[in-house]
């Protein structure tokens, strides 16, 4: 059976996850961590750079380092979190073909799922390594509310990295997985989930037969850490305004090094009650001297920066509640996930609403990968007795006649599901009529998402209202959307199945998934040689350094020149490897210079 | 092996139990021979519902399940078998669908085929009860059980990347159907509202099945004859009746005057015997029985006149007796509020006195108080359906409706209108638009729905003449206008 690992991959921080012996672990990266920083970048050489290397050169190249690229994928140019993204971020952020987002790293253009793809290429290379064998399966998690085009455009990464995703999950739910995963507990659970990004909230029966039921969900995918992040950044930059006049926005380095500094203090403030924000040289006052930035920030000013952020969420769980017509008090257990719920604060806010101590035996960095995992596994073995039953995070439905929005599928609809309505021709004389699939929850059509559509011709020509036409939505398990609209009176049918746009043609992801390849392959071998090259490099030195002294004690004989002539072969040789960067000869060579070495050392230490 | 069959347990007094009118009605054609297809057949009672209520009446001790080929029990009756367990309802109904089916190459395990085929031809018939195998009691929690159970046998994913061939969409159809029953069920004002639909659904059901059968009976009846024994099993004074033999059955042809003659002389006989025993071969209600008086009579003639007086003074007695038993059933009933029962006891009591012209036209009168509380169940059962867009249904209840209501145009649009929604049969529908014009001429939705109707026929000359007479009540009617357009070019 085919191994599917879970990746969670997240604003902030990615994660992977496999299932083991019926044990669902994470897997960590080369650096022993269990999280990857989600930040790719690309250096002045052309190298990329993915997780904790990218994150380490953030400060010294700024405009050449992507972090929270979940933010932009599958979203369009004009759309206002869009624009807001453009303006805080300090990598530049273009406009692609239709309407599409690219990001210029060193002079080229990205789609965002190939950014993304590289953060799951990473995390594929870690499971690799890890399992000792070639992965190709994978869950990847988004956040609930994401959109079917936000969704589309995660899977096109995931192709891009090499990827089948196999299922797309939302993240509190694969917390709720790994939360209720062999527990054999019958329990109505609300999943809090304050991640980097995003904030969501969903409410789930776990039953018997290992079925996991999505009562509702909701949530709000721009209201994250870097929300709180960008509170303290602007409390920062105005106060430093007021004391030196200076704009540190309008410096790139500057921005991201108060980026960071930002989230060090606000991680810190979940443990301290006060913390310094140390900046030195943060810019030049343009009088040929440095100025420093240096304030303290107390918690009780991030919460007072970050409290309307966290009522937001209490807001979002309320409604959610009454979605799922529940009360507080049918809710057994409150699971909390994401890296923001380690804040004091939230925790206490949790609290306060849902009148219950919040659970905190899950780890909230891990735990969604762990669920992503567990899903994994439930699809491709029989074994597993585990049913996830998922709803539309968004209602579904059509344009209609002064472009009001007819929902067909509301939100919170278990799925595999499918819909009917009927609809009449909304002009005299109408041949045909043009369907527009759109997801959301707003009356006005132009404020939801638009997902797809098509024409169905040849209606009767009469006046209005007169010609009937069925429109049927399907969602089946795998969360594709299939429209179908049918002339009542003919029987002429149109169908199509909404292939959500990522922003992407089929094309594209084609040749980006090649060039992908590519990468990985000129990655691996260099990563490979430039181990190899390390070492022998050192051993040259070392070689290099004990010649004169050698030299001297054996040269007397001829058994010790015949060793001299070979030591300097071997590093001959080494050398022109290193140039011709070839690490299958330098890794050939390396034997024999630890050989050499030793023996050069033997000798020494002899006399 | 035969299927077991219901029968009444003697000596229940069935009052002390609620029953709900569907029950009652059951009960009334409960007699040890026939199965519940049967009764479903002869009580135009859905399968589910006989099903469930012989259930209930099983569990209150009032039936029992026999073999039907077993020898009947002498009375005293032996004391009871042992309950057999209750039957699994799958098993008591035939299979629906073609067995091929079983057959198909894909990667569905056999037993779990059988399961979806089962429900998946049966979803019409059930209810979200019966599809979640849960009582019409079932708290939250028990709902809730059942459902996560069959969702996770039928949710797509059980099979993830298998081929299930034309089992993914029926699974999926089944998912979706289970899940609605779920989430109608879990939820506390849906619940409230689909049982009421429900209840309608059964109180038409019931109510239409009794009173076509007393109707039918009433009409069976000629006149009392010694022949037409009283009712068999139990009737709503509550003595129920054990036969000893088949009883008589209603159906049977009424014995030839010869025939009489007969058995009243062979009758005289035993009797001028001396040996004073009642008649045997006719099981009746237990009525008071008077001490027959041993006379001598001068001539066999004499003795076989007056004995015939006697007898027939006798089975008189026992008519009134019925007629005022039923009649005081029927009022009782009626004082409850019961009106199906009631309609039914009535007609019974009319049976047993045809002439009593009182009691007829009381009985029609109540017939009519049912027909009305009928279809105004069916009028709500419609308005449900109309909105669930199950238009079939929507139709046959507002064709219900109609019936019940002959001046009733409005009933009789809706139910064409149904039909036409429905894709049915359009003779049908072009009736009821026919009588919704002749109800009510000026109405002109009324012409433009006959009109449509004649239009999707392919009657384009009666649709164009229909569209016609429409637009002389109503000129302007932009519907008709446009009906003529299209038919103009047809």
Same mark, same amino acid.
């Given at each position: 059976m085919e191994k599917v690992i879970g990746i969670d991959l997240g604003t902030t921080n990615s994660c992977v996850a496999i299932v083991e012996n019926g044990t669902p672990v994470v897997i960590p990266n080369r650096g022993g961590y269990k999280t990857t920083p989600s930040m790719v970048a690309v250096t002045e050489a052309g190298k990329r750079l993915v997780g904790h290397i990218a994150k380490r050169q953030a400060i010294t190249n700024a405009e050449n380092t992507v972090y929270a690229a979940k933010r932009l994928? @599958?979203?369009?140019?004009?759309s206002p979190q869009v624009k807001n993204a453009v303006a805080t971020s300090s990598y530049r952020i273009v406009e692609g073909p239709h309407n599409d987002v690219r990001i210029v790293l060193r002079d080229k253009e990205f789609s965002v799922p190939e950014i993304s793809a590289m953060v799951l290429q990473e995390m594929k290379v870690i499971a690799e390594d890890y399992l000792g064998e070639p992965v190709s399966k994978a869950v990847v998690t988004v956040p609930a509310y994401f959109n079917d085009n936000q969704r589309q455009a995660t899977k096109d990464a995931g192709e891009i990295a090499g990827l089948d995703v196999i299922r797309i999950i939302n993240e509190p739910t694969a917390a709720a997985l790994s939360y209720g995963f062999g527990r054999n507990i019958e329990k109505t659970v609300a999943v809090y989930d304050f991640g980097g990004g995003t904030f969501d909230i969903s409410i789930l029966e776990i039953g018997a037969h290992g079925v996991f039921k999505v009562i509702a969900t909701a949530g709000d995918t721009f209201l994250g850490g870097e929300d709180v992040d960008a509170r303290i950044i602007d409390w920062l930059v105005s106060g430093f305004k007021e004391e030196h006049g200076i704009d540190l926005r309008q410096d790139r380095m500057a921005l991201q090094r108060l980026k960071d500094a930002a989230e060090k203090a606000k991680c810190e403030l979940s443990s301290v009650r006060e913390t310094e924000v140390n900046l030195p040289f943060i810019i030049s006052s343009g009088r040929n001297e440095a100025l420093h930035l240096q304030r303290s920030l107390t918690r009780t000013t991030l919460e007072e920066l970050s409290e309307d952020l966290i009522d937001r969420t209490v807001d979002i769980c309320r409604q959610t509640l009454e979605d799922a017509k529940l009360e507080k008090d049918e809710i057994d257990e409150v699971v909390l996930v994401g890296g923001m719920t380690r804040m004091p604060r939230i925790q206490q806010a949790v609290q306060q609403f849902f009148e219950k101590e919040p659970n905190k035996g899950v780890h909230p960095d891990e735990v969604v990968a762990l669920g992503a995992a567990i899903q994994g596994a439930a699809l491709v073995d029989d074994k597993q007795e585990m049913i996830l039953l998922d709803v539309t995070p968004h209602a579904l439905g059509i344009m209609t006649f002064g472009s009001y929005f007819e929902e067909l599928i509301p939100q919170n609809t278990t799925v595999p599901t499918h819909r009917t309505k009927i609809f009449t021709t909304s002009?005299?004389?109408?041949t045909a009529v043009k369907i527009l699939v759109m997801q959301g929850?707003?009356?006005?059509?132009?404020?939801n998402e638009l997902l797809g559509e098509f024409i169905l011709t040849g209606l009767r020509r009469a006046p209005k209202g007169q010609v009937e036409i069925e429109v049927t939505f399907e969602i089946n398990a795998d969360g594709i959307v299939s429209v179908r609209a049918k002339?009542?009176?003919? @029987?002429l049918e149109q169908s199509i199945q909404v292939t959500a746009t990522s922003g992407l043609t089929r094309d594209e992801i084609k040749t980006m998934m090649d060039n992908a390849k590519d990468d990985l392959v000129d990655r691996r071998t260099s990563e490979e040689f430039e181990a190899a090259r390390q070492e022998a490099e050192k051993l040259i030195t070392e070689i290099e350094k004990l010649f004169p002294q050698v030299q001297q004690i054996v040269a007397s004989s001829d058994f010790g020149r015949d060793a001299i002539e070979k030591a300097k072969a071997i590093v001959e040789k080494a050398r022109s490897a290193i140039e011709r960067k070839d690490a299958a000869a330098v890794k050939e060579q390396l034997e024999g210079l630890t050989r050499t070495h030793r023996m050069f050392k033997g000798v020494v230490a002899k006399t | 092996m035969a299927e077991k069959v219901p029968r009444l347990v003697a000596n229940v007094d069935i009052r002390k139990f609620r029953l709900d009118p569907t029950d009652g009605f059951l009960l009334t054609r409960i007699d040890g021979r026939l199965g519940p297809r049967d009764l479903a057949r002869e009580t135009g009672l859905p399968e589910f519902s006989v099903e469930r209520a012989l259930e209930k009446l099983e569990s209150l001790g009032v039936i029992e399940r026999i073999d039907p080929n077993a020898p009947p029990p002498t009375a005293p009756p032996p004391p009871p078998p042992p309950k057999p367990a209750a039957p699994q309802f799958s098993q008591l109904l035939e299979a629906k669908y073609d067995p091929a089916e079983l057959e198909e190459a894909c990667d569905v395990p056999v037993q779990h085929r059988k399961r979806v085929l089962d429900l998946y031809y049966r979803l019409d018939d059930i209810d979200h009860y019966t599809l979640l195998g849960v009582t019409r009691e079932a708290d939250k929690k028990t709902v809730k059980r059942a459902y996560f159970e069959l969702a996770g046998v039928l949710h797509p994913d059980r099979y993830f990347k298998k081929n299930l061939g034309s089992f993914k969409p029926k699974m999926e159809v089944l998912f979706a159907r289970v899940t609605d029953a779920h989430d109608t069920l879990v939820d506390k004002d849906r619940r409230v509202d689909y049982d009421a639909y429900l209840a309608e659904v059964a109180t038409t059901k019931g109510m239409e099945a009794m009173l076509e059968r007393a109707l039918d009976e009433a009409q069976r009846v000629a006149a009392p004859t010694p022949s037409s024994a009283p009712s068999r099993g139990s009737v709503p004074d509550g003595t129920p009746v054990v036969a000893s033999t088949p009883p008589a059955s209603g159906s049977l042809p009424p014995a030839s005057a010869e025939e009489l003659q007969a058995r009243r002389e062979a009758l005289a006989r035993r009797l001028l015997g001396g040996a004073g025993r009642p008649p045997s071969a006719v099981t009746r209600p237990?009525?008071?029985?008077?001490?027959?008086n041993p006379l001598r009579y001068s001539s066999s003639a004499d003795a076989v006149e007056a004995l015939k007086r006697r007898y027939e003074d006798r089975i008189e007695q026992a008519n009134s007796a019925q007629v005022r038993r039923y009649t005081e059933a029927a009022e009782q009933a009626l004082a409850k509020n019961d009106l199906a029962n009631a309609a039914s006891s009535f007609s019974l009591a009319v049976k047993y006195a045809p002439d009593d012209v009182a009691l007829a036209m009381r009985y029609q009168e109540l017939k009519n108080q049912a027909d009305a509380v009928m279809s105004e169940s069916y009028i709500k059962q419609a308005g449900y359906e109309e909105r669930q867009q199950k238009w079939p249904e929507a139709a046959r209840s507002w064709a219900r409706v109609a019936k019940l209501r002959p001046a009733d145009a409005r009933a009789a649009e809706r139910a064409a209108f149904c039909l036409l929604k429905a894709d049915g049969d359009m003779h049908e529908a072009a009736e009821h638009a026919k009588r919704a014009v002749a109800t009510d001429p000026r109405v002109a939705l009324h012409h433009v729905t006959l009109a449509e109707v004649y239009a999707k026929a392919g009657l384009v000359a009666s649709a164009r003449r229909a569209a016609e007479t429409g637009l002389v009540v109503d000129p302007k009617n932009v519907a008709l206008l446009a009906l003529m357009k299209r038919l103009g070019k047809g």
């Open positions: 994928i @599958g979203r369009k140019w004009n002009r005299d004389n109408q929850e707003s009356q006005r059509a132009e404020e002339d009542l009176e003919t @029987g | 237990s009525v008071a029985p008077e001490a027959p």
